[in-house]
């Protein structure tokens, strides 16, 4: 059973930094794109960036290229998503997706994980 | 930049059909793919590629596409297919991965 597993929750202050995970299982890890997506409260989807375990190969969308970093271990099957120094609007609920390399179907999610960045 | 437009919201009776549309400029080249998401959840994949259906979901979803539009078709909605539905694609260059605003459909 294919399986995406994110860390949990967070509450973190202005200028704090921190690193989210994504554990992927039942399926081979390095043969699949793993995305990040956005929520903010009320709001809808945003497309975050994505990453090729297999050759870590990156790509951020255009509104949060230089503010947060993908990355993968895929010894662990692992992808993350970090923050140097968080702000308040970074607070949102933060969900991984696995995207297949031929098509580009995103069929299975994390359970998303929820950063609240306040002072 | 590159955007995908959805209606804000849909309304339906029980055993009506639902139909939203996503208009994108690279639609007629590009696929289109919706997801369902019910309140505090995760998204869920309804169709891919514009028409195909995933393994689970119910034979009442469909999707299609022509010109700049692709539309998601919910044929007898359901009181439990009221969820927020987004659309998803890329632009003509394939490197630009959005999704639309989002349409809440209710069904009451």
């Known amino acids: 059973e294919v399986q995406l597993v994110q860390s949990g929750a967070e509450v973190k202050k202005p200028g704090e930094s921190l690193k989210i995970s994504c554990k992927g299982s039942?399926?081979?890890?390095?043969?699949?794109?793993i995305g990040w997506v956005r929520q903010m409260p009320g709001k809808g989807l945003e497309w975050m960036g994505i990453?090729?375990?297999?050759?870590?190969?990156?790509r951020y969308s255009p509104s949060f290229q230089g503010q947060v970093t993908i990355s993968a271990d895929k010894s662990i099957s692992t992808a993350y998503l970090q923050w140097s120094s968080l702000k308040a609007s970074d607070t949102a609920m933060y969900y991984c997706?696995?995207?297949?390399?031929?098509?580009?179907?995103?069929?299975?999610w994390g359970q998303g994980t929820l950063v609240t960045v306040s002072s | 930049s590159y955007e995908l437009t959805q209606p804000p919201s849909v309304s339906v009776s029980p055993g009506q059909t639902a139909r939203i549309t996503c208009s994108g400029d690279?639609?007629?080249?590009?696929?289109a793919y919706w997801y369902q998401q019910k309140s505090g959840q995760a998204p869920v994949l309804v169709i891919y590629?514009?028409?195909k259906r995933p393994s689970g979901i119910p034979e009442r979803f469909s999707g299609s596409s022509s010109g700049t539009m692709a539309t998601l078709t919910i044929s007898g909605a359901q009181v439990e297919d009221e969820a927020d539905y987004y659309c998803?694609?890329?632009?003509?260059?394939?490197?630009?991965?959005?999704f639309g605003g989002g349409t809440k459909l209710t069904v009451l």
């Open positions: 990453i090729y375990p297999g050759d870590s190969d990156t």
């Open positions: 997706a696995r995207r297949e390399v031929v098509g580009a179907t995103v069929d299975y």
């Open positions: 590629e514009d028409s």
């Open positions: 039942g399926y081979s890890f390095t043969s699949y794109w």
């Open positions: 690279a639609l007629p080249k590009k696929y």
């Open positions: 998803y694609s890329t632009d003509s260059s394939g490197n630009l991965w959005v």
